[in-house]
């Protein structure tokens, strides 16, 4: 477990100095992360997805689908109130704060976490997806408009109408035609089906690659000398995988709490700080310093600490 996770997130990370190179060193557009950026959010996640729910979302998975869900949503908020408290401990600064919060409660669940669960256990990569699904929910109504967008210096509000309306979203949009689909069984012609699939493909390395772009863009050195990017990313990186282990250690493995659901939170756990900490406040003229160092730093010693949560996590199951 331990040697096959170490070697995909040996691969991922190398993605990601390849996105740092073509950056930082100016090969593509300036214009190029954002472009990448809007494929994977239109193109290539919805694609993974859909394409993972018309396989495998059937009548005889929704009994285990709704377990994993309701379990998703008690994991999101231990998340919650656990960041609210960290936060406090590494940052002062109100803003500075904020960002901590999100980036310890809604860690690269999606991208990263993505990644592994596909290439590592795609048998269960649809109720990841399921697992996932409260976090995305808590993203939209107070993660991003609360912590990210609330406050910035314009003073602008979001509404709840705005809320709401960033779930119609072509990542939800696509889960729920891979739905259909898989339930009724419709025919999809092979010509589609493959293109659906080839997509999907995609989106692993491209959002590697858009996180190297992303780090490429800052000052590293300067960032590297920011004694509280350490503690934050250690809080996210050690701390929050060991108080999970300690709980799932707990539970039993049973029907309910399935080795399916100890693996998703465990993936949700050990991931690094995600990038709408700097994609986000960026759009409202928000200072992504220190956003952009916690993503370089945790994803950085992630590589080591993911494969060590994982093999840790393999030996309380057996």
Same mark, same amino acid.
């Given at each position: 477990m331990f040697e096959s996770i170490l070697n995909q997130m040996i691969c991922l990370f190398l993605l990601i100095v390849v996105g740092f190179i073509v950056s930082k060193w100016r090969f593509v557009p300036e214009n190029t992360s954002q472009v990448l950026s809007k494929l994977e959010n239109i193109l290539f996640v919805p694609a993974l997805v859909m394409g993972t729910f018309i396989d495998n979302f059937t009548l005889s998975s +929704?009994? #285990?689908?709704?377990k994993i869900f309701v379990l998703g949503f008690a994991v999101v908020f231990f998340f919650i109130a656990l960041s609210l408290v960290a936060a406090r401990i590494c940052y002062k600064e109100d803003y500075l704060r904020k960002i901590a919060t999100y980036g310890l409660a809604f860690s690269n669940f999606g991208f990263m976490g993505n990644a592994i669960m596909s290439a590592v256990f795609p048998e269960i990569f649809s109720q990841y997806v399921v697992f996932t699904l409260p976090f995305w929910f808590m993203i939209y109504i107070w993660g991003a408009p609360v912590l990210l967008i609330s406050g910035s210096n314009n003073g602008e509000k979001v509404s709840m109408k705005q809320r709401l309306k960033s779930f *119609?979203?072509?990542? +939800?949009?696509g889960m729920f035609i891979g739905m259909i689909i898989g339930l009724t069984g419709l025919p999809i012609p092979k010509g589609i089906? #493959?293109?659906i699939g080839d997509l999907g493909k995609c989106m692993s390395p491209i959002a590697m690659v858009l996180t190297g772009m992303v780090i490429g863009k800052t000052?590293?050195?300067?960032?590297?000398?920011?004694w509280r990017l350490y503690l934050t990313s250690g809080v996210k990186l050690i701390v929050y995988p060991a108080i999970m282990l300690g709980i799932l250690a707990l539970l039993p493995v049973n029907g309910f709490f399935s080795v399916t659901f100890l693996r998703c939170a465990a993936c949700v756990a050990c991931m690094p700080m995600g990038l709408n900490t700097i994609v986000i406040p960026a759009a409202y003229g928000k200072d992504t310093?220190? *956003?952009?160092?916690l993503a370089l730093v945790s994803h950085l010693f992630a590589v080591g600490t993911i494969p060590l949560t994982f093999m840790i996590l393999q030996n309380l199951i057996l």
């Open positions: +929704l009994s #285990s689908m709704w *119609a979203n072509p990542m +939800l949009i089906r #493959s293109a000052d590293v050195w300067e960032l590297l000398k920011r310093t220190d *956003a952009a160092g």
